[in-house]
């Protein structure tokens, strides 16, 4: 369609200040990109070394210091510098201005500043953790935290403090981009899932992250000045620690899957040839998860000591928050029927998420029901919970769309064989890892414990063992990636056959995304017996 | 390595009523799980691009099964909220007349104070088929009393006492951990709860040896800290007589109403100016950072045994 030497976003200006000092939301994207690999595998190998650790009862690698440090690093790395910035600020922002027809995001010097401000905090965190650690658990609570707690708190709190900006900046950035930013014709229930789950989550990141703020503030100002706030020494109360904690924390989980549902939300229709099941529902169900995510922070606390009164609302209003979900996921599963389903590798990420994010689901009924979260809180059944949802989930939400964005963003095709190849050994490596902890769980297996009695060890070993089938999972794309970036074939406008904007220029993008703006003529995701009707007319 | 373990032990009724609600889950979401596995992979198969499967025009109307699919998983949802927060409360009405211990956990080890005044450090000795409450307190960050075999757990949050129950019906020794993370030895900071024919519990309490009861070393502290100066018959400052005190009604002087129960004994003992009783001058000096939770609990016992009569209080 367009001559292949025709400039794109990657060539137009050169050198690195072209790169460090760019607005380009594309260019950005990829900064970002850059830093969440980086934090991705230190976060993993803080990972790696835990399953080493736990693969025998008795301590082997080191202290039970060295072991609270490890896995205080990965919670914090891989919430704060990998999940929560994950998707939107790398596809995000790569994408949801193209989908919308925009040239840019609203802000684009806000958008950079985003990108130094989480480098900064990544960094200050980072010192922190290498200086001589932090051994509270990623959750900080108090009173350990203040009076108790060895290492670099103060360094990683500031840390976490200052990447909170970098979110609340780039949720700005979004809300505002798809309020002003739309092309003519592209109407509120034209936008694909993706941008309607992306603003969801900047709902989240807006209005969440200053409570976060806020609390790390209290904490230091305890820590560093004993202003008495959380901790009972000093006449505070431990439990409004933990209140305000997850009252930013639960909604962070959906700063984390919001994104990923909005990419499988683009993947099943394009691979299906079919319009999205139920686009109203799914939509609106991302809106609700936003908004009763704030409401269930509390069961969090179910054996914390707060009231029986607030436990018990607590557990219904976690049931409440699962009913959007599960709309997705039949969705979903409903928009396969008829189709014209191609296996690519994206598809199958797609597949690897709907599964594990239903088996995670589902467990968070488990946990939601009063009586079985007392046991099971503060196990593995809880840790393989989470991982099903954020591992599971979020991550296979991330590789999902990396492959199927990949050839817009590098103008490169990947070898197909190989990416299904990891897409098919982490989903089954993810299985073996993590599906043996809700057995521990259940048997009463407590976590953070770096030695444990030994009739647990079979099934801590299988997880180990699932860890190191994940692990080569995880690195290949890294690989035959980077491999498409300097060999790969030339990608075309539209390789998947999809229907969104982003499709309707060339890969890569040139600079100004569309050299002229584009009219929307319809909604995303329309297909005549398996051919794309391009959502946009000069496409 | 140590065998194949699927399921835990399970030593008293709740627990099995615990198990009948994670079985009752475990068919929900095992069906769940399957009906949405087994469409995924059908459809996939079926619609797979190059079949010659038949398909009609896509529908618009999808409300039907958007409705129908809602309201199943809200019945159900709301079902499992019901039954597994009836199994929950049940948790915060303990019997009356259950023996007491109180549980002190510091890092890394749990305290545990009998009412005959028998020790134990990361054991628990209790008779089979009796009531126990245990009502605990921690010395410095909080900590997490678990026994996975009577599937309860509660936080123990220092500066307040938190309680719970359990009546276990199976002799045998089971795990005791910390759950909640508490530092360096939190993998540590357990043991061993052991639960015994009655007789044999009486065998082993006598066998502790003949120390005073935890009321009488109360009564003795009662004194030496200087309490009884002020609160027995003749003390020099106006202050509320104890006797019978434990568990009734107490007015305060700010109008509200509160029961004296361990959590009130406890918390006028640090901070006496927080809820003084009607009538009643502020006076009394706090004694926070002075007395540890060991002989805290000893005083509560000591004022519990001059109750009316010994009652499970409520949280």
Redesign the interface.
């Known amino acids: 369609m367009h001559a292949p030497h025709r400039e794109s976003y990657l060539s137009a200006t050169v050198g690195i200040r072209s790169w460090l000092l760019t607005t380009d939301h594309k260019r950005i994207a990829l900064l970002y990109f850059a830093g969440i690999t980086f934090f991705f595998f230190i976060g993993g190998m803080a990972a790696t070394l835990i399953r080493l650790e736990l693969i025998t009862p008795q301590p082997d690698l080191g202290s ?2 060295f072991y ?1 440090r490890l896995f205080t690093m990965h919670g914090i790395i891989m919430v704060w510098f990998f999940l929560i910035p994950s998707i939107p600020t790398t596809m995000g922002n790569f994408i949801l201005p193209m989908m919308i027809g925009a040239r840019d995001l609203a802000f684009p010097r806000l958008n950079l500043t985003s990108w130094y401000l989480y480098m900064a905090g990544g960094i200050i965190t980072i010192a922190a953790l290498l200086l001589g650690g932090v ?1 509270t ?1 990623w959750t900080f ?1 108090e ?2 935290s203040t009076f ?2 060895t290492g670099y708190i103060i360094l990683a709190v500031f840390g976490i403090f200052v990447s909170g900006f970098s979110s609340i900046l780039t949720g700005i950035n979004f809300i505002v981009t798809v309020h002003k930013l739309r092309a003519p014709g592209m109407t509120w229930y034209r936008l694909p899932v993706f941008v309607w789950s992306t603003y969801a989550t900047s709902l989240i990141l807006v209005l969440a992250t200053p409570v976060l703020a806020m609390t790390l503030l209290m904490l230091l100002a305890e820590r560093v000045f004993h202003v008495g706030i959380f901790s ?2 000093l006449g505070g ?3 409004l620690f933990q209140h305000m904690f997850w009252f930013y924390s639960h909604p962070a989980v959906y700063i984390m899957i919001l994104p990923s549902m909005g990419v499988i939300s683009e993947i099943v229709p394009c691979f ?4 999205l ?2 686009y109203e ?1 799914v939509v609106w169900c991302s809106i609700a998860i936003a908004a009763i995510g704030f409401l269930v922070w509390g069961h969090h606390m ?4 707060q009231s ?1 009164y607030a ?2 609302a607590f ?2 209003l976690s ?2 928050v ?2 959007p979900s ?2 997705k ?3 979903w ?2 928009t ?8 690519d590798a994206p598809m199958l990420y797609a ?1 690897g998420f ?2 594990l994010f ?2 995670g689901g ?2 968070g ?2 946990l ?8 099971v ?3 593995y059944f809880v840790v393989a919970h989470f991982h099903y949802i954020m591992v599971g989930g979020a991550v296979m939400g991330y590789f999902a769309g990396l492959h199927y964005w990949w050839p817009k963003i590098t103008g490169r095709l990947y070898p197909d064989y190989w990416a299904r190849f990891a897409a098919i050994l982490a989903f089954f490596g993810f299985n073996l890892t993590f599906f043996p902890q809700f ?1 521990l769980g ?3 297996m ?13 099934w801590h ?1 299988l997880s180990s063992a699932g860890a190191s089938i994940l692990a080569v999972g995880y690195a290949l794309p890294l690989f035959y990636l980077l491999w498409s970036i300097l060999r790969g074939p030339r990608a075309s406008a539209n390789p998947w056959g999809a229907t969104g904007l982003e499709w309707s220029t060339r890969s890569p993008p040139p600079p100004e995304n569309f050299e002229k703006t584009p009219t929307v003529i319809r909604p995303p995701y329309q297909y005549v ?2 051919e794309p009707c391009m959502q946009a007319e000069n496409g | 390595m140590h065998g194949f373990p699927i399921w835990p032990d399970t030593a008293s009724a709740y627990a099995s009523q615990v198990n009948f609600l994670f079985g009752s889950l475990l068919v929900i979401g095992g069906l769940t799980a399957g009906l949405v596995f087994f469409l995924l992979l059908f459809f996939a198969n079926k619609y797979r691009h190059g079949s010659n499967a038949h398909r009609h025009e896509p529908t618009k109307k999808t409300w039907r099964w958007e409705v129908g699919w809602t309201t199943a998983s809200l019945l159900i949802f709301v079902g499992l909220a019901v039954w597994g927060g009836n199994l929950y409360v049940h948790l915060y009405n303990p019997p009356p007349n259950a023996l007491q211990i109180f549980i002190v956990g510091k890092q890394w080890m749990w305290k545990a104070q009998h009412p005959g005044g028998q020790r134990e450090i990361n054991e628990l000795h209790v008779p089979a088929g009796q009531d126990i409450r245990l009502v605990m307190a921690s010395q410095d960050v909080i900590h997490s009393f678990f026994i996975p075999a009577l599937r309860i757990k509660q936080d123990v949050v220092p500066g307040r006492y938190e309680t719970m129950w359990f009546r276990a019906d199976k002799v045998g020794r089971y795990h005791l951990f910390c759950a909640e993370y508490c530092g360096t030895d939190h993998a540590h900071m357990g043991g061993w709860l052991t639960v015994m024919d009655p007789r044999d519990f009486g065998n082993w309490l006598r066998a502790q040896g003949g120390q005073k009861t935890l009321a009488a070393q109360g009564e003795q502290l009662f004194h030496s800290y200087g309490c009884s100066g002020c609160h027995e018959p003749g003390g020099t400052v106006r202050a509320p007589k104890l006797d019978g005190v434990f568990g009734s009604p107490v007015p305060l002087s700010d109008g509200r109403v509160v029961t004296a129960d361990e959590r009130y004994v406890r918390d006028s003992i640090l901070d006496p100016k927080a809820e003084v009783a009607a009538g009643y001058a502020p006076v009394m000096p706090t004694f926070a950072g002075q007395i540890g939770e060991d002989d805290l609990a000893k005083l509560v016992a000591y004022i519990e045994s001059i109750g009316p009569q010994r009652r499970a209080g409520s949280r």
């Open positions: 039970p210091d609270n051994d658990g609570y009173p350990y108790y707690a009972p020494q109360d431990p439990l299906a040839r079919k319009p099941f139920g529902f179910f054996v914390a000591g029986l436990s018990l557990s219904f049931y409440l699962a009913v599960a709309i996921v039949f969705n599963t409903a396969l029927h008829e189709g014209w389903i191609r296996f597949f709907i599964g239903t088996i589902l467990t009924l488990f939601a029901a009063l009586a079985v979260d007392v046991h809180t503060d196990t057995i259940y048997l009463g407590p976590r953070r414990y770096q030695s444990y009695p030994p009739e647990f060890q079979i070993v017996r398996g």
